[in-house]
C-alpha cells in the first residue's frame, strides 16, 4: 500500500500537475475516472499575486475529496515556506514542490527545473517548507538541468534528507523539454537510492507500458501527464490492468459523450460563461483529436460562444458519430 504522510494512496495512478490543464474540473474528472492522486495547478510562491483572478481559481479546492494537493513553485525559501504555511491554512493536505517544470518563464526566473542547478539552494528550500507546515511535502523533478548534468541521485538523498514524503521524477533533464526518450534508468537508480516513494513520470500512455515502467524502475506509482489529456478513463484503465493483467474494454461512444458534457458543465459552472467556454475548446480538441471528421468539427466548435450551444454541438457530433458506426457495422 501507498501512502504519503497519513493518506492511504489508493491506487498507483497520479495526475501530473500540469499548468493550464489540472485544474479542479479536470482533477475531479480524473479522480472519479481513477486516480488515486491528483495535484493541482502550479502556484506561484509570491503570495502578494493571489489576488489574481488565475490565482484564485487555482487556489479553489472546493468540495475535492481526500487528499488536497497542492503545488507552490519559486525560487526564495522563505517565499515558499511562507507560501506553503498559506496554503495549509487554506486547506491544502500535502504540499507539492515544483522543481521540474522546464518552461523558459519558469525556469528564468530560477523556479521550476532551474533549481536543479543549485544543490544547495535546493536543500534550503525543501528544509525551509517542511519547517513550515505539519503537513507532507512532496517533490517533482527532472533529471537535471542538462544530460552532461544529471543529479537526480544527489537531489533525491537531499529531500530524503530534508523530510520530503515522496518524489516524483520525470525521466528527462530540462534541457530536453519533452524530446527524446525518457530515462527509466535514472527513475529505476533513483528508486534503489530512497527509502521514500518515488513515482515514475515521462511518456507513459497505455496500461501496458504502466505496467512495464513500474516492474522495470520499481517505483511505487506512475504519474500520467499529457496521456489524460482528452483521456481521463486512461487512470481507471491502468488499474484495471495492474490489478487483472487483462485490458479494460474502451469506453463507449455514449459515455464518451457523457464524461465530455460533465466535464463541459463543470468548466462553465468553474469559469463562468465567457472563459469556460474558451477553455472548453481545448479539452473538446483532445478528447475528439481522433476521431472522424474532428479536425472540421473542431473548427466550428471553436466558434461557439454558448455553453448551451457547445453542449448540443457536442449531442449532435457524437450521434453523426454512432451513425457512421452503425453504418459501417
Not at 481559481?57 to 522563505?78: C, F, K, M, W, Y
Not at 543549485?118 to 528544509?127: C, K, P
Not at 469559469?271 to 483532445?286: F, N, P, Q, S
Amino acid at each position: 500500500m501507498l501512502y504519503i504522510g497519513p493518506y492511504l494512496i489508493s491506487h498507483p495512478t497520479i495526475l501530473a500537475p500540469m499548468a493550464g490543464v489540472t485544474d479542479r474540473p479536470f482533477r475531479s474528472l480524473c479522480k472519479q475516472l481513477g486516480a488515486g492522486l491528483v495535484v493541482s495547478e502550479m502556484v506561484t510562491s509570491d503570495v502578494r499575486l493571489w489576488d489574481s483572478r488565475k490565482s484564485k481559481l487555482r487556489l479553489n479546492h472546493q468540495g475535492e475529496s481526500t487528499p488536497i494537493s497542492v503545488q507552490i513553485a519559486g525560487g526564495d525559501p522563505e517565499m515558499m515556506a511562507e507560501a506553503a504555511r498559506v496554503n495549509e491554512q487554506m486547506g491544502a493536505q500535502i504540499i507539492d514542490i515544483n522543481m521540474g517544470c522546464p518552461a523558459k518563464k519558469v525556469c528564468n526566473k530560477a523556479a521550476g527545473s532551474a533549481l536543479l542547478k543549485d544543490e544547495a539552494l535546493v536543500r534550503d528550500i525543501l528544509q525551509a517548507v517542511t519547517e513550515s507546515v505539519s503537513i507532507p511535502v512532496t517533490l517533482k523533478i527532472r533529471t537535471g538541468w542538462c544530460p552532461d548534468t544529471k543529479n537526480a541521485l544527489e537531489i533525491a538523498s537531499i529531500a530524503q534528507d530534508a523530510g520530503i514524503a515522496a518524489l516524483a521524477v520525470h525521466g528527462r533533464t530540462r534541457a530536453c523539454g519533452y524530446k527524446g526518450h525518457v530515462e527509466y534508468d535514472s527513475i529505476r537508480a533513483v528508486k534503489e537510492s530512497v527509502d521514500i516513494p518515488v513515482f515514475a513520470n515521462g511518456d507513459i500512455t497505455s496500461p501496458e507500458q504502466a505496467a512495464q515502467v513500474l516492474e522495470y524502475t520499481r517505483a511505487d506509482a506512475v504519474m500520467i501527464g499529457r496521456a489524460a489529456q482528452g483521456r481521463p478513463w486512461i487512470f481507471r484503465e491502468i488499474n484495471h490492468y495492474l490489478e487483472t493483467g487483462e485490458r479494460l474494454a474502451p469506453p463507449s461512444l455514449k459515455e464518451v459523450k457523457q464524461i465530455l458534457l460533465e466535464h463541459l458543465f463543470e468548466l462553465h459552472q468553474f469559469y463562468g460563461e465567457v472563459m469556460g467556454v474558451r477553455i472548453a475548446r481545448k479539452h473538446v480538441g483532445w478528447y475528439l483529436q481522433t476521431h472522424t471528421n474532428s479536425k472540421e468539427f473542431r473548427k466550428k466548435f471553436n466558434a461557439i460562444e454558448s455553453p448551451a450551444a457547445q453542449a448540443e454541438a457536442i449531442r449532435a457530433y457524437v450521434k453523426h458519430l454512432e451513425s457512421i458506426k452503425e453504418l459501417a457495422a
